[in-house]
């Protein structure tokens, strides 16, 4: 009688082992979802635009162009000035829908004026969130500030240097040196985790480049930090198959 029931106390535990790993398996499952919805991606508070009307960039010489209650609109903090630690970062604008068949994109060494990178794009048939990355042959250099201008050009073949009301966005980046604690924070963190990271060290760029590629995903976390730079207008805007920059 002993024997049987030592038989069956072991069966029992072997039928019963894989319900403790599935369960153990969902309690993981459950911790990961937990931990995402800890995850915040606002932006630290710095300079607000002054009002929903102005959710733009750096300001417009008029508007003969584009249409719409939301006007050309740098996605950036309300100061427009940002870091990064990329070489070749991404810039992300909203294009409203317009007339214009072209635009030009310019980087400008801010202590020199020295252009260190101009490129006319075809925005023709473009409206929404537009991503621009430098070619892998302009690179920032650490710790150096740097303006940059869109404009959107409205009436072909007039003067270039005629174009004060052309609609234009413009701001201020800066490209900084990543530090060891930052970077190892990074290392085995998720891609929704690295956001939060960058956030939290003030670097715009790497977070919303981020969060934009995460957009599918985690739409909340992309409407979040736009809401957080007084951007919530432009969240659920569609992002545009736009502009590809020459290499």
Sequence with gaps: MGRQNIKFWG????????????????????AQSTAELLISVKFPSGPQRPSSEETRGAGTRGD???????????LMPGDNVVTTVANNPKFFLYVPEHKA????FEITDKSSGKSIYLT???????SGIVKLTLPKNISLTTNKEYTWAFVMICNEGEDEWDRSGYPYVEGTIKKVEISSDLENSLKN?????????????RIWNET??????LRDSNPTEWE???TSVGLQEIAS????PCCQIEE
């Design 101 to 104: 068949k072209s635009a030009e």
């Design 189 to 201: 963190a998720s891609p929704l985790e690295q956001a939060e990271i960058y956030a939290k060290a």
């Design 120 to 126: 006319e794009l075809d925005i023709s048939e473009t």
């Design 64 to 74: 003969p162009c584009t249409r719409g209650e939301i006007k050309l609109t740098a």
């Design 208 to 213: 919303i480049a981020t969060v934009a590629e």
């Design 237 to 240: 805007e569609p992002f545009a």
């Design 11 to 30: 069966l029992l535990a072997l039928a019963t082992s894989p319900i403790i790993v599935t369960f153990s398996g969902v309690h993981l499952v459950q």
């Design 224 to 226: 979040e930090l736009l």
